[in-house]
């Protein structure tokens, strides 16, 4: 069995959903349910019980998935150890939209001096994976937006941003100085791809299903705004860009930038990593 076999049936049975779990390893769904097969020839098992109603565990697959856990963890520590020894120290960190911010910049700045010899690697995600990859194992910690799923995961918050409805600029509400959920209950919104962490989606649909454009990068977002007219979700303190305008939202809970990585005992770099995120702060809220 390899790793990568497991890794897709961890995800698979953790979602309990081929669609979800083909974006959450960011694959399509046929190549995802051939590996699930070829993996249940090899166990000489049924894992998974398919059927209109959804995907469940069978007997064998909950044995699997506890031992799938494992081993990758292992694994994990296994990679870590050897780069150690071999002097390659390295950390991949996910990140949620801009990398070129101010304040991952301070924090790129402070890990660099504390860790001048580590080997940081980045990886910028969409919109439609807020855990930029700690799902999969693609990145050892996360900077990133709640809420999330947040099972097998540790989260700190870090601050909560005010967030407002994204508009054209000669839209008829972007004069008003507020508005509230329900005076774009008649609107479309952009929305993420099915098989989105359903919390997030939730939240930057101001907690109803909507219909419109599917979007996955903030500039997608924009520009689903700027030539469709529909409305969103942003940032209250994000440039929207020109032809477009942000107004606050009165009913609507802030968003929490969060850090996060697999819950367990992190290695040395990735908790130098959330003591450097967090100020040194050993603990905090959680999603």
């Known amino acids: 069995m390899e790793l990568r076999t497991l890794r897709y049936f961890v995800a698979v049975a953790e979602e309990l959903h081929f669609g979800r779990a083909a974006a959450r390893l960011h694959m399509s769904q046929p190549p995802l349910s051939r590996a699930i097969k070829q993996l249940e020839t090899e166990a000489g098992a049924a894992l998974l019980l398919r059927s209109s109603a959804g995907v469940s565990l069978t007997e064998v697959g909950a044995v699997l998935l506890d031992e799938a856990r494992a081993l990758l963890d292992h694994a994990e520590r296994v990679r870590s150890r050897v780069a150690a020894a071999a002097g390659a120290a390295s950390i991949t960190v996910g990140i949620l939209g ?144 020109a032809g477009l305008t942000v107004v606050p939202l009165s009913d609507m809970e802030p968003s929490r930038a969060v850090v996060a990585w697999r819950a367990g005992d992190p290695s040395p770099l990735v908790r130098s990593f959330v003591e450097l995120a967090t100020g040194g702060r050993s603990s905090g809220g959680t999603t």
């Open 98 to 241: 801009d990398s070129a911010s101010p304040d991952v910049i301070r924090l790129a700045d402070a890990y660099r001096r504390r860790h001048p010899g580590a080997e940081v690697r980045i990886r910028e995600a969409d919109l439609t994976d807020p855990t930029c990859g700690l799902g999969t194992g693609l990145v050892d910690v996360a900077l990133t937006r709640a809420p999330f799923d947040a099972a097998g995961l540790t989260v700190r918050v870090l601050r909560a941003d005010p967030v407002g409805a994204l508009l054209r600029a000669d839209d008829p509400l972007a004069g008003r100085d507020r508005l509230e959920l329900t005076d774009l209950a008649d609107r479309r919104w952009f929305r993420f791809p099915e098989g989105t962490d359903a919390a997030w989606q939730a939240y930057w649909s101001g907690g109803t299903l909507r219909e419109g454009p599917q979007v996955r990068a903030v500039q997608e977002c924009r520009q689903a705004v700027l030539w469709n007219g529909t409305v969103g979700m942003t940032l209250l303190d994000h440039d929207p860009g």
